[in-house]
C-alpha cells in the first residue's frame, strides 16, 4: 500500500465499524444517520443536493484547488444519477443472525470538471435533511460498482473501509475487485463463513460498546506501509484540505491511489 492509498485509507479507518458514519462530526447537529434504503425517493433527494447551487460552487473551489484548473473555468457537471454505496456491516461482524454483510452507508454522484477531473460527493440524510457530507477524488464507487456487476450480476459490491478493499458478493462467495481485497481474501475469493471469520477476527473487538471504541480510538490509523509512514485520521483530513459547504457542513477530501498504481 503506498502512502497516498495509506492517507485514503486513514481518512475512514475504522469508523464504520465503530458505528459512526463517515465524517459524521462533521454534520451540523451531530452524527449522520445512515440511508435506510436506496429508494427512488432517496435518489431524487440525493441528486438535487448534489446539483444544488452551493454544492457545484463548492465543487468550483475543490476541482480548482491544486491549480489544474482555474475556478471560473472548472463549470463542474453532475454526471448519472445517484448510485448507493455499501459499507461491512458491523452486525454482520458481531455475527448477529441474518445480518447481511453490507449496509447501505450513503449514495454518491459522480462530478465532473471541464478539465476531466472526477470526484464522488456523498450524500446522506442528515437532521437538515440530505445533503453532502464529503467529496472524494476519483471514480472508486463507480469503478466498483461496475466491475462488480460485471462479475457477479445482481450481486453486492461493498467495501471494508479498514484496509480500503472493494468486494462484490453474492450467495454464499465474497469475490475481491481490487489488490486490496485479494490480499485479504485470495484471488478466488472466499466462502461468506470464511470473510466472517476474517473480520470478526479483525474488528470484533471495536465494535461499538468495546472498550476500543470507549478510549476514543475511533480514527485509527492506517497499516504502515512499506518504507513510509500511516497518517492519523486528523492530520490526513487536515492535510488533505477542508471546504466548507452551505450552512457549516464539512466536506473532507479525501485522496485515493490513481487506477492501476
Do not use: C
Amino acid at each position: 500500500m503506498t502512502l497516498r492509498a495509506a492517507t485514503a485509507a486513514a481518512v475512514l479507518a475504522a469508523t464504520a465499524l465503530l458505528g459512526l458514519a463517515p465524517l459524521a462530526a462533521a454534520a451540523p447537529g451531530g452524527p449522520v444517520p445512515q440511508p435506510e434504503a436506496a429508494t427512488a425517493e432517496n435518489r431524487a433527494a440525493a441528486e438535487r443536493a448534489a446539483t444544488a447551487p452551493d454544492t457545484l460552487a463548492t465543487l468550483s473551489r475543490f476541482f480548482a484547488r491544486e491549480g489544474k484548473v482555474s475556478l471560473t473555468a472548472a463549470q463542474p457537471r453532475i454526471e448519472g444519477g445517484a448510485i448507493p454505496v455499501n459499507h461491512l456491516s458491523p452486525e454482520f461482524v458481531a455475527g448477529r443472525a441474518g445480518a447481511p454483510v453490507a449496509r447501505l452507508e450513503f449514495l454518491a454522484s459522480r462530478a465532473v470538471s471541464s478539465d476531466g477531473q472526477q470526484a464522488a460527493l456523498w450524500t446522506a440524510r442528515t437532521e437538515a435533511g440530505w445533503q453532502v457530507v464529503n467529496i472524494a477524488t476519483g471514480d472508486d464507487e463507480f469503478r466498483y460498482a461496475r466491475l462488480g456487476a460485471q462479475k457477479l450480476p445482481g450481486g453486492t459490491v461493498f467495501r471494508e473501509p479498514q484496509i480500503d478493499a472493494w468486494y462484490v458478493t453474492g450467495g454464499s462467495r465474497v469475490l475481491p475487485l481490487d489488490e486490496d481485497a485479494v490480499r485479504a481474501v485470495g484471488a478466488g475469493g472466499t466462502s461468506l463463513d470464511a470473510y466472517r471469520a476474517r473480520v470478526a477476527g479483525a474488528y470484533g473487538d471495536k465494535l461499538p460498546g468495546s472498550s476500543y471504541a470507549a478510549r476514543g480510538m475511533a480514527g485509527g490509523y492506517a497499516e504502515v506501509p512499506a518504507g513510509g509512514d500511516a497518517t492519523p485520521v486528523a492530520a490526513a483530513a487536515a492535510g488533505a484540505g477542508a471546504l466548507a459547504l452551505g450552512g457549516g457542513g464539512l466536506l473532507m477530501v479525501r485522496r485515493r491511489r490513481a487506477v492501476g498504481a
